[in-house]
Structures are given as C-alpha cells and as structure tokens.
C-alpha cells in the first residue's frame, strides 16, 4: 500500500518535549517534538503494558513511559536497555511549519 500524507497541524501546536495526540481510525497516534525541533510519532500505547506514552517524559530522542518508566526510542519505537518491545513508529516530515504524518 503507498503511503499517505496527512497533515496533522503546525510545528507550534506542539509545545517543546511535549506530544499531541491524533486519531488515525481506532488507534491514537502520539506526535512529540524534541528541544531541537525534531517530531516523531509512535503510537500511544507502551509495548510493555499500553501505557499512554503522550503523557510520558521527553528527553533526548526518547519517551519515558508515565506508568512503569520504560524509556522507548522515539525514532524507532524500541524499548531501550533491558526491556525488549517495540511500539509502531510512524515517519513524519514537515512542509514548512506543517507536520506530515506519513500513514498507510
Ligand atoms: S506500560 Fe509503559 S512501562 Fe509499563
């Protein structure tokens, strides 16, 4: 299937080391956006026990889960250290101040 893009909002929708979250059909998508600008979206759901990571902490490319502090990779959805999971990653990239979100 080809890829879709769909704008989502504007960079500045997004507060710094924060997320938003945008429904794509049953599921929840969490858009972050890092101190250097950079917006990831993974779904909202932790690998570990679905934890709502758009509420989680942002630092350095990386989510930390609220409910049990798993830290997962923004860029590619995997937990990091010793916990083995991986949330779905979804591509973005920006037309201007525009966020894309690549979805199929
Ligand atoms: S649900 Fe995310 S760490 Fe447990």
Redesign the pocket.
């Known amino acids: 299937m080809s890829q879709t893009w769909v704008a989502i909002g504007d960079l500045t929708d997004i507060p710094i080391l924060g997320a938003r979250c945008v429904k794509n059909g049953d599921m929840t998508i969490a858009v972050f956006r890092t101190t250097d600008d950079q917006v990831f979206a993974v779904e909202d759901k932790?690998p570990?026990?679905?934890?709502p990571l758009s509420q989680g902490i942002v630092h350095d490319n990386c989510v930390t889960?609220p409910?049990?502090?798993?830290v997962i990779s923004l860029e590619t959805g995997q937990a990091q250290g010793a916990d083995e999971g991986q949330v779905r990653s979804f591509p973005v990239k920006m037309d201007g101040e525009t966020i894309l979100l690549g979805l199929r």
């Open positions: 932790c570990h026990k679905n934890g889960c409910l049990h502090n798993w």
